[in-house]
């Protein structure tokens, strides 16, 4: 028999996507109302360019930018931004923390360019992190220093994200922060470059980059840009960190941006402030996760993949389940009814359940969520 769901249990929205995320009513109601005035004109036109610069004025007040650092964004996501920090931020060596998916593709990606030395790589097994380590002088010193925020893939998170001692000599610190941006708290003076897409805890669709960068990020970009040619360093001009510095200050891409993202981001930016800045939203995500990992404690079943509770993410919950129960089999019972994209990261292969916990999405259904769960289980065993 087919499992059922009561109405009574089911969350009131069932979306719990890593990404892309929730979106919330009010951002398409922003999006509907946009309509004629924003979508289908010119980025170098004023209505675009007040989207562009209501992002970066909203993210400079979320962030509280230090002194000098600056709000950039341009074209392509991050994985795009990996390939802009390997032609623009590396001088010659980057170290990489890899704890999971998005760590390890930054990493290959200043593996593959044949300008820079071999990086080094500190490596942890998916379920714990690794932490970035001071790089002692020399000739094979390291000039950057990477590492995620959040593991999406892994459900891991660093916090509070520390620069490590190399930094007093001038080595960067580039934080992958995809999934943790807008809901973990952060010190951006540990950082130079604190970067991170649309479409996880800001809710719009992908296609862009940002970055929270430092005077010095933008120093050292512009010294090796100066530099390539004679380096043999090729920049195409898309992947220019300097060209993406100079557009974002005149509050446009150096390409025609995806308009909707921005009015969704714009929108999104604006709401967290209302509600009470970047300090609301990481104690609302902060909720659910406590909600979400005091149940699976609770169970015999069921088991928090992050084996130390203060690297286990507030915005993305793993948890195993048992080898008796098939998660695919509970995760297609919720979908029938609704409840939405729960399972695991697919190059993990595990019994798991993977949960979306951005600002967005409310802890009570979060809650219902775990109730569903209960429930489907009962009804498979």
């Known amino acids: 028999m087919p499992v059922t769901i009561p109405a009574h249990l089911l969350p009131a929205d069932g979306r719990f996507g890593s990404g892309p995320s929730k979106v919330r009513p009010g951002q398409v109601d922003a999006l509907v109302a946009a309509g004629a005035r924003v979508l289908g004109t010119s ?57 999971g998916e998005f760590g390890g593709k930054f990493a290959a990606a200043t593996a593959r360019a044949p300008f820079l ?45 520390r620069a490590p001692g190399s930094a007093e000599r001038g080595a960067l610190t580039v934080v992958d922060a995809t999934s943790g941006a807008g809901a973990l708290p952060v ?24 970055a929270i960068v430092s005077p010095a990020a933008v120093a050292r970009a512009a010294e090796v840009e100066a530099g390539a040619a004679a380096e043999g360093r090729w920049v195409p001009e898309f992947l220019s960190f300097t060209t993406a510095v100079e557009n974002a200050r005149a509050d446009q891409t150096l390409n025609t941006p995806a308009v909707a993202t921005l009015v969704m981001l714009a929108d999104q930016v604006e709401w967290l402030l209302e509600q009470g800045g970047l300090e609301w939203a990481a104690a609302r995500s902060a909720e659910s996760a406590a909600a979400l990992y005091g149940w699976a404690q609770a169970r015999e079943w069921a088991t928090p993949f992050v084996a130390d509770p203060s690297h286990r993410s507030t915005v993305v919950g793993t948890i195993d389940l048992d080898e008796a129960i098939d998660a695919g089999a509970v995760i297609a019972a919720l979908r029938d009814h609704g409840v939405l994209d729960v399972f695991p990261y697919r190059k993990l292969g595990r019994n798991q359940l993977r949960v979306g916990m951005f600002p967005a999405v409310e802890p009570d259904d979060v809650r219902a969520l775990t109730a569903c769960v209960d429930h489907v289980v009962a009804q498979l065993a």
Not at 50 to 78: C, H, I, K, M, Q
Not at 128 to 136: D, F, G, K, R, T
């Open 43 to 99: 980025h170098r036109q004023p209505p675009v360019k007040d989207l562009v610069r209501r992002v970066r004025r909203g993210l400079a007040e979320l962030f509280a930018l230090p002194d000098g650092y600056e709000v950039v964004l341009g074209n392509g996501g991050s994985t795009a931004f990996w390939e802009v920090a390997a032609a623009c931020l590396v001088r010659h060596r980057a170290q990489h923390a890899v704890f």
């Open 187 to 210: 010190d951006l003076a540990e950082t130079d470059v604190y970067y991170f897409a649309p479409q996880k805890a800001f809710a719009a669709d992908g296609g862009l980059w940002l």
């Open 117 to 161: 030395a071999a990086p080094q790589v500190l490596a942890a097994e998916p379920g714990s992190v690794a932490l970035l380590e001071a790089s002692p002088a020399g000739d094979d010193a390291v000039d950057l220093h990477a590492t995620p925020h959040n593991e999406t893939s892994t459900g891991a998170m660093i916090t509070p994200v």
